[in-house]
């Protein structure tokens, strides 16, 4: 099917009709859901943090400062899989928007947006127009995206959504057919059932005309993924370590930066590296707002981030499920990362029906 002209100047466009009335602007080509999940998002913090064992969403390390971390650790030498990521996004996004023939990219995840320049460049080179609606927790990601598309690209129409997924996911029109962006293996951070839930609701919500690029990291010798999350300049243990900082300004929670430590390890049983903060001594932590607190006993681990690592071929099996259809692999020399293209298939149980 061919699609229909898509571009807008109308930021709100890019939302159906029927929920745009939820949405606020929160600075120029901005917008934020007016009632966000987030809103509640102090007593989603602490119930995680009184479960067994205590975990954090990771979500809550992109704050300011962590959106800032996370963009210094895709430097790293040790960190491979931007670079890797970005050089299969340059070799392949002419063939990449040829196959996916839409005029609206709408980026999950998007932090910076610094490798989705190629997938833009390919756009305007293609289409000559379009739109860009990255979606990010993170203001400061979503600034500086906007920055980097109103410089680079003024043919294109830019809206950024500052939301979580399912928010966004919910509120993104099917009517107009778009390529979702979901970059960096973002979605290896996504505990299993959260993974599942995620494609079910992503799934029920993409139009017939849309398609998924989705960026995963594969499994591979642990020395190489352990180095990757453990740098020698300890970026990635102060990224880590910051979710705490963050959680104290989110819950008005007393945790204490001089007690906690950085531990990381892969996991081979489930392919994914696990990163804790980890308690140096036995002590209480408090969080007042709550009335509540715990006592973190010294080498206990607080979970912050898995990045679980992907079979690509089994990923594949595993999305036809939900109704994806892959359209194209791509990967680097090595083998490490893979670049996967889906079309939402012919409805199956009903989709077409919302
Ligand atoms: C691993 S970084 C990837 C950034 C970029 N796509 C890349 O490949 O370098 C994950 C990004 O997703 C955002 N993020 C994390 N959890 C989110 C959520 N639940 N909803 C929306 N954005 C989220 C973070 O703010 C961050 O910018």
Known sequence: MTPQPTETREPAAILSTRERGT???TAPTI???SKRSSDNAAAGTVKTLFD????IEPCHLYDERGSLLFEELCELPEYYP???EAAILERESGTLMNLAPVECIVELGAGFSKKTIHLLKAL?????RGTFAPVDVSATALMASKRMAEELFPELAFTGLEARFEDAITSITRDIPKLVVFLGSTIGNFAPTDMLHFFTHLCDHMGPDDYLLLGVDRIKDPEIIERAYDDSRGVTAAFILNAFSNVNRITGAGFQPDKISYRSGYNRERQQVEMYGVSTET???EFPRHSASFTWEKDEGILVETSR??????????LRCFGLENLGHWTDSNEWFSLLLFRRSAPSGGLESR
């Open 23 to 25: 949405w606020s602007v």
């Open 31 to 33: 917008l934020t859901p």
């Open 52 to 55: 067994r064992p205590r975990w």
């Open 82 to 84: 931007t670079r890797t």
């Open 124 to 128: 305007t080179r293609a289409r000559g």
């Open 283 to 285: 002590h209480r932590v």
């Open 309 to 318: 690592k992907f079979d690509p071929d089994d990923l594949q099996v595993q």
